[in-house]
């Protein structure tokens, strides 16, 4: 069994978290944000894995990103998804 992994929150980060509920912002992003709330609030990452349907070790993965990046943590890293396989040159010829 893994150790408890527990964040804590400053009533700041708590209501900047509780924002993005309603930004316009990617599902993902939403996501993320709320499975650090609930860690906040006392959820274990077990509890919280069963409520998204994720793996426990998707919220740990979660979990450490918010510890060491903050709220920059909560955003797909820049490259990620496909690329596209056209260039313009391809498409004018």
């Not at 740990?60 to 510890?67: A, C, G, M």
Request: charged content about 30%.
């Amino acid at each position: 069994m893994a150790a408890r992994l527990r964040v804590f929150l400053t009533q700041q980060q708590d209501n900047t978290l509780l924002e993005l509920r309603i930004a316009e912002v990617p599902q993902k992003v939403k996501d993320r944000a709320e499975v650090i709330r609930l860690n906040a609030h006392g959820w274990y990452v077990e509890k919280i894995a069963a409520h998204f349907k994720w793996t426990p070790q998707i919220v740990r993965e979660v979990l450490h990103k918010w510890s060491h990046l903050g709220r920059e943590g909560l955003w797909e890293s820049p490259g990620r998804g496909a690329k596209p396989k056209w260039k313009e040159s391809d498409i004018e010829f």
